[in-house]
């Protein structure tokens, strides 16, 4: 009787499993419209004596994002203040809607990827995900493997779409 062989572990194919790796921990929205005067104007005292006195821990380990859901003109400083209180406890943040988080999600997660595991091998991109993959990543993680595997694919090891091969030289 032969010995029975795992051609897919042998095989130089690098499997990249977002799902795996996608971060889950809370999203969350911090809403500057909660700290204006009647909902339409910001006092700069006011406002940072409210962020002051915040409980801030509440974000710990989340991501957030911060808008305004007023319509209402709020200086581009009052963001950017609220996002230095985030920086030291939050997961991370983004100043826009929950779309623009889930993209500053991808640009972290796939700037932070450790790319020489793939340099010069056949990649495939796990296709099959349990959770909602923002379509972003995918492009992301294209501009990012391309330039250094061997092939691109799509899919799932055992039934591929070809994506790039990189020309033979």
């Known amino acids: 009787m032969s010995e029975i062989v795992n051609r897919v572990a042998k095989s130089p194919i690098k499997s990249l499993n977002l799902e795996e790796i996608y971060p889950r921990e809370e999203r969350v929205g911090f809403d ?19 962020l002051k006195e915040l409980d801030w821990e509440q974000y710990k380990n989340k991501w957030v994002a911060i808008f305004c859901g007023a319509d209402a003109i ?60 923002p379509l972003y990543a995918y492009g992301k993680l294209v501009s990012k493997l391309q330039p250094i595997s061997k092939t691109l694919m799509f899919g799932e090891p055992c039934s591929t779409v070809p994506i790039y091969k990189k020309p033979k030289s």
Do not use: H
């Open 74 to 133: 709020v200086p581009t400083w009052a963001y950017m203040l609220v996002a230095s209180y985030l920086q030291p406890v939050a997961k991370g943040f983004a100043i826009g809607d929950f779309e623009d988080l889930e993209l500053n999600i991808v640009n972290f997660l796939v700037d932070s990827l450790d790319l020489e595991e793939f340099q010069d091998r056949p990649v495939v991109i796990k296709g099959c995900s349990s959770i909602e993959i």
């Open 32 to 50: 500057l419209k909660d700290f204006l005067f009647q909902e339409l104007i910001l006092k700069e005292q006011d406002f940072r004596k409210s």
